[in-house]
Each structure stands twice: as C-alpha cells, then as structure tokens.
C-alpha cells in the first residue's frame, strides 16, 4: 500500500515562506476547516478570522500554515514555524521541474527566465550548473526567503 507525503518546512515566518511557495509552485492556500471561503477572498484572512473565532492569541497565528496543490496531485506542503535560524546546507531540498524536456541552450534560458521570476518574489541565485551531457541536463540552484537551497531543473 503506497503512502501519501507531506513536505514541511521549518520557518521563521510561516506565512510569508508559503506565501512565496505558493506564487513559485502555483498552489493555493487552503481555507480552514468547515469554513467555505468566498470567491476573491484571501485564504489567509479567513484563517485569520477562524483563529480568532477560536480565541487564539495573534501573537500564535503565524505559527503554521499550508499550501495544496489545487489540482490534487502534488504533495501538501506545510510550514511550522521554529526559534532557531537555519544552519547548514539541506539534506533535502525540492527540484522544481521549470524546463522538462528542453535541453541545451534552450533549457538554460528557460531556468534563467524562471530565475528572474522567483528572485522578484524573493528568492536569491546560488550557483548555475552548465550542462554537462549525458549525466546533467544543467540545473540552477537557489534560496528560498528564509535561506532553504531548491533547484531550477
């Protein structure tokens, strides 16, 4: 029997890194339990209301939050929010899939351009790979707002 994963994140700032792997993956936030969320409304307010309706303190609302993939395919991401800062490289990171089947020079311009759209969301370039047949496509690797490493594959 196969299992379902759930990928979570450690965070300062639960809602902004979502946020930002929301835009970059196009997922969206789900609302909160029971509660059907109007068209043109942010999620993110509604769970704001809901955590209120529940007495939770403001100081404890940006403690976790989620993102789903809206088609159903793509693992649930969570972001749980911790006191220590990231240290050290990620043992595993996420490749996000920006330029399958385009190769060579193609494919590159193709990783750069998404580059270009997820440093105006926050994100930083690390490192270009070049290609190197026939063991590597060529990769970009980057940062997330919080210093988490994921790949341009």
């Known amino acids: ?3 379902q994963v759930q990928v979570t994140f450690d965070a300062h700032d639960p809602r902004a890194l979502s946020t930002f792997w ?12 029971g509660v059907t969320v109007p068209e043109g409304t942010d999620p993110l ?13 403001p100081a404890l609302r940006n403690t976790r939050s989620a993102i789903e993939d809206p088609e159903g395919t793509g693992p649930r991401v969570f972001f749980q929010q911790v006191p220590e800062a990231k ?11 920006a330029a ?3 190769q060579g020079e193609t494919r590159m311009a193709a990783l750069e351009a998404e580059a270009d759209r997820l ?5 930083s370039r690390l490192r270009r790979f070049e290609p190197e047949p026939p ?15 994921f790949c341009l594959d």
């Open 1 to 3: 029997m196969s299992r």
């Open 22 to 33: 929301r835009d970059v993956l196009g997922y969206v936030h789900p609302g909160p339990p």
């Open 45 to 57: 307010d509604a769970w704001d209301d809901f955590l209120a309706s529940l007495g939770v303190p």
């Open 87 to 97: 240290s050290g490289k990620n043992r595993v990171h996420l490749d996000v899939r």
């Open 100 to 102: 399958p089947g385009l």
């Open 119 to 123: 440093v105006g969301l926050g994100a």
């Open 135 to 149: 063991m590597s496509a060529g990769h970009l690797v980057m940062a997330d707002p919080e210093g988490n490493e």
